[in-house]
């Protein structure tokens, strides 16, 4: 029983960890121009399926690999910064506006990978082995090892630049009011170009180590959005820490739900969880009170 319950913890932690990383990438970017990334799922896609097209069809070694998945989903970032978001912002488009164009940039970048990889699932070749390893009376694997470091050093990483750098300061100075920021000289739109570059090249990393364990389809994106909305939602999108915590506990929920009952109730379970935390706490369970800017 207990190790059962073990073996569950550990793979929801896994599942948890991408879904904290897409959280966090989400609230990071949302930190700095208060518009939520619809598309942020779609890098993860990226990563998974860059992994398939450097490493198997290019036959790259997984480093060279790993710095071309970086330069595609970098493009990517660029494209909706250019393409969507300083369009919109400099015709003054409300929040909800900016969003819906994040929504048309992941059909997009959906449409474009379809066409280049089409509709089957692929093998996502391992940076690491995927052969047993035994830590006392676990057994896990490497990959999926590296996946939790990750997404620690990712949280380490962030925590970092936010509050311990002149820069972070500025980046939190911008989320709180771009215009005053403006005035002190902070260039904003380079801030909101760091967020959209940094959170992309977290979820192409996430997405090119959950690959292997998941496998690469162009239709996963929408789902791990979803899922990283629902972790940012449940912890507190106004801070990334609280958005990677909400990733971890939808993990653990599932795997519980599925090891104990049925997947089937583990995502209407959640919907009704977090409807319930936002009746009591509207900003999260982890997430701090946000004065409304006038």
Known sequence: MLMKLTYLLLAGLTNGSVYGLIGLSLSVIYGSSRVINFAQGEFVMLGAMSAVLFMVSFSLPWPIAA???????????????YGIYRPLVRRKAAPLTIMIGTLAGAIVVYGLAFLL????????????SLDPVRLGFLITNLQQISLILVFLVFLL???FILYRTRFGLSVRATGVDPRVALLMGIRSERIVQFSFIFSASISGIAGMLVGPLLG????????????????????????PFAAAAGGIAIGMMEALMAGYGTSLYAEPAIFVLIL???????????????????
């Open 276 to 294: 319930l935390m936002l009746i009591v706490r509207p900003y999260g369970l982890l997430g701090d009170y946000e004065a409304e800017r006038r």
């Open 157 to 159: 990483l962030t925590w």
């Open 117 to 128: 990889w089409g509709p089957d699932q692929r093998y996502v070749p391992p940076i690491l």
């Open 67 to 81: 710095a071309a998945m970086l330069a595609v989903v970098v493009i990517a970032a660029l494209g909706l910064d």
């Open 216 to 239: 690469g389809h162009v239709g996963m994106g929408l789902l791990l959005t979803v899922k990283g909305f629902m972790a940012a939602i449940l912890g507190g999108l106004g801070s």
